[in-house]
């Protein structure tokens, strides 16, 4: 066995890209952005929403009227974790239904051209990346009302 | 520890979250299509009356607290899963998972206490 | 009246562990052939440009999974796969990533068959003296061999291995390959190890590191679908979990000294009609 052998894993690079993958694999990886950024957000939601505690002036200095976290930056912000919410709910849907067994389809004889789970669940992924399209874009709508 | 254990309660707190951080967006996001009940004060849903209003329901206060423990273990659970892939020695492992388990108790005592607070002071206005 | 050939580009990531700090591209233009395969190519090279080329090869069709390399982008069996399906252009080949590389195109898959040893990919049963002296067959019919069936055309390539955003990272991690075996013995009905398996596979960087990035299914050169089996374990280890799962007994022995006997409905063999001595 060589002494000197090149390290070829790819690391965190692998999470992101690593080669030439089909959808479902960068929704694998957009699930876990999203993830990270409502966690991000959500620890800080808990602090700002104590507030509620120590009475109104408290509260609407961070969400009141003219309240610091009204500010457009924290909107285009908090519009973010909207978005990151409505793909991250979704396609957590089709990972609980497709890692639970369902949606994969049974053991079959392999016959070339291969079907693999990927075939038999893509319909429901399409219909479930459509509902968060669709849940997105009315909460985007809902911002810009305001 | 048998991880499938912890993983299936990933899952059910998904499921809790969906329907009652669903719920939560709908009040705040979609309020064109929330009924009165949960924007009792009408207008924003951020503003303090509205805050009051449904500071005093017990569902709201019952429904933060069960949504605060689901999202802080599947948040967590997500976070230490993706910490645990990245390769670190199994004694880090364990440092980060008991870190992360404080300080979802601790954000869990927090936030439920703000919650049991926030109706008592709510039930005085 | 002469031709001009068709020329293809290779460009090969080149490793030799006596000199090279790192690996580097090295490109080659060879003549490119109708039906032509990534492994003729490399063929071709060897032959007329680079003789200290090295990659591993040994069916050419497909059956044995010792030329699993990265093409374009995508690890698969070199053997297999038409330079023309995969571009007219420019062929890049590299090591198996996920594996460290021990010359050129040769990855070091020690980790592979550690972790699939791990898991025990073999019928396991408490009758341990039938196992290691077996006497009869065991019974199973063709429904019950097709729960199981597609998981054992696994040629080990390591393609999925490859392909994983988990093994990329976290090298604890048993990894598509070993994780679909150990579900294709768990599921065979001749096999009473689930408990004794899932210990290797229930736990911290085990079956629920799996996150379904399904590339692992998409790489496979054989049809096996890791990701379903994968899919399909962790629904057996949440329904355990749950009280759900109905755990059937391993199927009987039908013949031989320690053989149980058979079902009601399978007739007996007819009498022979060529004198036995």
Known sequence: ?146 | MRHSRLWTWHIIAGIIILTLLGLHMLIMHLEALTPKALNPAGGEAVDWANVVARGKMVFFMITYILLLGAALYHGLYGLNTIVGELNIRPGLKRCCAAVLTLMGVGLFILGSWAAVAARTAAMKM | ?277
């Open chain 3, 1 to 277: 009246m002469s031709e001009t050939k068709k020329m293809i580009i290779f460009r090969v990531r080149k490793f030799d562990p006596a000199h090279d700090a790192a690996p580097a591209w090295k490109t080659f233009q060879i003549p490119f052939t109708k039906g032509m395969t990534v492994l003729d190519g490399l063929h071709t090279i060897k032959q007329t440009q680079d003789p200290g080329l090295a990659w591993r090869y040994s069916c050419r069709m497909g059956v044995c999974g010792s030329c699993a390399m990265l093409i374009n982008c995508k690890p698969t069996l070199a053997c297999n796969t038409q330079v023309s399906a995969v571009s007219e252009k420019e062929i890049c080949v590299a090591a198996l990533p996920n594996f460290n590389t021990v010359r050129d195109l040769v990855p070091d898959l020690t980790p592979l068959f550690e972790k699939h040893q791990a898991v025990k990919p073999f019928i396991l049963r408490e009758d341990k003296t039938e196992m290691d002296n077996p006497t009869g067959e065991y019974e199973q019919t063709p429904h019950e061999l097709e729960a199981y069936l597609q998981f054992s055309y696994c040629i080990r390539c390591g393609a999925c291995m490859a392909a994983c955003p988990t093994f990329a990272t976290d090298r604890d991690y048993p990894g598509p390959m070993p994780l679909a075996q150990a579900y294709r013995y768990s599921s065979d009905t001749r096999d009473g190890g689930f408990d004794e398996r899932m210990k290797a596979v229930d736990r911290s960087s085990g079956v629920f590191s799996c996150h379904f990035g399904s590339e692992c299914s998409a790489a496979c050169p054989k049809g096996v679908d890791p990701a379903k089996a994968i899919q399909l374990m962790k629904r057996r280890l949440v329904w355990d979990y749950l009280r759900l799962l109905k755990k059937k007994k391993p199927c009987d022995l039908i013949h031989g000294e320690r053989a149980t006997g058979r079902r009601d409905n399978i007739p007996e063999a007819p009498e022979y009609t060529i004198p036995q001595k």
């Open chain 1, 1 to 146: 066995m060589a002494q000197n052998v090149h390290d070829n894993h790819l690391g965190i690079k692998g999470w992101a890209f690593g080669g030439s993958w089909s959808f479902e694999r960068y929704l694998y990886t957009l699930h876990r952005l999203t993830g990270l950024g409502i966690l991000a957000y959500f620890l800080m939601h808990i602090f700002v929403t104590t507030a509620r505690v120590f009475g109104p002036d408290s509260w609407n200095t961070l969400l009141g009227e003219h309240g610091f976290l009204k500010m457009t930056v924290f909107k285009i912000g908090e519009l973010m974790v909207f978005a990151a919410f409505g793909f991250h709910a979704f396609n957590g849907i089709r990972l609980a239904l497709v890692e639970l067994g369902f949606l994969v389809g049974k053991p079959i004889e392999p016959v070339y051209p291969y079907k693999t789970c990927l075939n038999t669940s893509r319909a429901a992924t399409a219909v479930l990346m459509l509902l968060a399209a669709v849940v997105i874009v009315m909460g985007g709508w809902d911002f810009f009302m305001d």
